[in-house]
């Protein structure tokens, strides 16, 4: 069915086009179908637009003059270096070029940066990456825990930092995707560096859930398999 009404449409707009004095060149061999966005509402994920979001205010809470980022979403260390400057560093280095920005590579499990050098910093939705081999890297079941130990050794003594992962009821290896944290046993990994639990924010899977959640109930959190949970640390 909509194979017919882009053909409709197509029909249409050609119609259209033979009445219409503006000069767009509309070839056959440069149709692409397109079938799937009339939606009622505009769909994203929830996981990778809520996350940046909540982070980008915890920075403005904060009032950091300077942040570094470690390999999360690019166009959050882009939209942030409009305000603020921004170092973005990744296993894969980025060659992007912008005003208040500048990127490099690092490893996770072996940072560059000196003790208690970092006042405000982030890594979202990358931890549970590590040492899965999937962007590249070595194969290490401690992957995660050797960068929660680089994370918590570089952050400054006051400094904050911004960590996002999956969470659900219970530890999970989606072998080679991710992994998934149940969020106690998760905070229990910075405590033990000296890092505190500021904030604890979730992202249901369910939007009938909520869409970000502040201090979420050992219910919700219950009910939750492949959600996404923010966490503020200070050190």
């Given amino acids: 069915m909509k194979i017919i009404q882009y053909y409709k449409w197509l029909t249409l707009f050609n119609w259209l086009k033979?009445?219409?004095?503006?000069?767009?060149?509309?070839?056959?061999?440069?149709?692409?179908?397109?079938?799937?966005d009339a939606s009622s509402s505009t769909q994203f994920d929830r996981h990778y637009i809520y996350h940046p979001a909540w982070a980008i205010r915890k920075i403005k809470e904060y009032k950091v003059q300077k942040h570094v980022d470690i390999s999360s979403i690019l166009s959050f260390s882009a939209t942030l270096s409009a305000f603020i400057p921004v170092e973005f560093y990744d296993y894969r280095p980025a060659n992007l070029v912008l005003d208040n920005l500048t990127t490099g590579s690092e490893d996770l499990t072996r940072l560059s940066f000196l003790n208690n050098s970092i006042p405000s910093l982030s890594c979202m939705h990358t931890i549970e990456h590590i040492g899965l081999g999937?962007?590249?890297?070595?194969?290490?079941?401690?992957?995660?825990?050797?960068?929660?130990?680089?994370?918590?050794?570089v952050l400054s003594p006051g400094g904050i930092l911004l960590m996002v992962v999956p969470v659900g009821k219970e530890n999970k290896v989606v072998f080679n995707a991710h992994r998934i944290y149940e969020p106690r046993s998760f905070i229990q990994y910075f405590e033990v560096n000296g890092l505190k639990l500021k904030e604890f924010a979730l992202?249901?899977?369910?939007?009938?859930?909520?869409?970000?959640?502040?201090?979420?109930?050992?219910?919700?959190?219950?009910r939750q398999h492949y959600a996404c949970g923010c966490f503020l640390f200070i050190k």
């Fill in 18 to 36: 033979k009445r219409n004095n503006r000069n767009f060149k509309m070839r056959w061999r440069d149709r692409l179908l397109m079938l799937d």
């Fill in 134 to 153: 999937r962007y590249g890297d070595p194969l290490d079941y401690d992957g995660d825990l050797k960068a929660i130990n680089e994370l918590s050794r």
């Fill in 203 to 222: 992202i249901p899977e369910n939007e009938e859930d909520g869409h970000l959640v502040s201090n979420p109930s050992p219910e919700l959190l219950f």
